[in-house]
């Protein structure tokens, strides 16, 4: 699987969100899919930029099913825009 966490990635996919509440769920299972059937390795970086809606409690629980994956989220205490999550 090309996002495995024991290998060294080739590209990484910086994922900026901001109370994306409403459709994350569902763009996160696709863009995962998308990463998981690349040939080369992959690492997905969601960036939480303050999120004030259920964000942290959805990525929470989609990095907790995926335990072992090149799965990383950061999360800023204050909104800074995306520019700066990325």
């Known amino acids: 699987m090309s996002l495995d966490a024991r290998t060294l990635p080739a590209r990484t996919l910086i994922l900026p969100v901001f109370n994306g509440a409403s459709f994350l769920e569902k763009n ?3 863009v995962r899919a998308w990463l998981a059937a690349r040939r ?3 690492e997905l970086l969601i960036v939480d930029d303050a999120s004030a809606d259920a964000t942290p409690r959805i990525l929470e629980a989609f990095l907790a099913a995926r335990r072992g994956e ?3 989220r950061i999360r800023f205490a204050e909104n800074r ?5 990325i």
Request: no cysteine; proline share 7%.
């Open 40 to 42: 080369e390795p992959w």
């Open 70 to 72: 090149a799965i990383e």
């Open 81 to 85: 825009g995306k520019g700066f999550a």
């Open 28 to 30: 996160l299972g696709q």
